[in-house]
């Protein structure tokens, strides 16, 4: 009876837990979109910033930096080590440098650029939340910020990012299930990567790093090991990563 009543303890423990985690998770996001799209553009940037909403593709035009990412995130290290911050320095540099409409183009988009590299730093340090939840609000924050080409043009898509947020995404279910078995882990992962690689798994997998399934199977199979010396523990990973790639890629 007693062993009954702890475990039903334990379970309701769990899924408090759960909860409560999802719901600082929530919370913690609608209070970042409150403010997010205000905090985009400021008087001087206002109307060029709506006008991008409608005319990304302004910015694949003649004259306007190849790598906007790289570009950005120079202006953002002059305008910090440089200029100490004083974002009046940065309006007049770019209106030196592109003395017509591009300039006040460009600083509309580094604007809302800061406000997003401010924002995900709130979220990227936030004990709150999970690392998962961290990648999840940060991604999100770039959709509710950035019209989808221009959100293609600042954050090209990679073939690397599908599996940091699989490992992620599993290492977060560990940590809210830290009693389930390594069946439903691998279950868990195999499903989360087909929703994640989909069409273009092929080429995801030139780019996973030779680390990614070790750690994959040190996190799905956590409790067999721990009882496995260092031979058996190599034997042992080595077997159940080819068996995780024959899972998954036949």
């Not at 030139?206 to 496995?228: C, D």
Request: glycine share 4%; aromatic share 14%.
């Amino acid at each position: 009876m007693n062993k009954k009543k702890t475990t039903t303890i334990l379970l309701i423990s769990i899924l408090l837990s759960f909860l409560l985690g999802g719901l600082v998770y929530i919370l913690f996001l609608k209070k970042n979109k409150d403010d997010t799209k205000e905090s985009s553009y400021d008087s001087r940037s206002e109307i060029y910033w709506q006008r991008l909403q409608n005319r990304p593709e302004v910015l694949k035009g003649p004259g306007y930096p190849e790598d906007l990412r790289d570009f950005l995130e120079t202006l953002r290290g002059k305008e910090t080590y440089l200029w100490k911050g004083d974002r009046d320095q940065t309006y007049l540099h770019l209106l030196t440098e592109y003395p017509d409409e591009r300039g006040h183009v460009l600083y509309a988009v580094y604007v809302a650029y800061m406000n997003w590299k401010e924002k995900s730093l709130e979220m990227e340090t936030s004990p709150a939340l999970s690392s998962y939840e961290k990648l999840t609000a940060v991604n999100r924050l770039k959709g509710e910020i950035f019209p989808s080409d221009l959100r293609g043009l600042i954050f090209p898509k990679h073939p690397t990012s599908p599996p940091v947020i699989l490992s992620s995404y599993l290492e977060d279910y560990i940590q809210r299930n830290p009693y389930s078995y390594a069946r439903e882990r691998k279950s868990i992962f195999l499903r989360k990567k087909e929703e994640l690689y989909q069409k273009e798994k092929w080429d995801i997998q030139s780019w996973e790093s030779p680390s990614f399934y070790r750690e994959v199977v040190e996190m799905i199979y956590e409790r067999e090991m721990k009882e496995m010396t260092e031979e058996e523990k190599t034997f042992y990973r080595s077997s159940k990563i080819e068996e995780l790639k024959s899972d998954f890629w036949n």
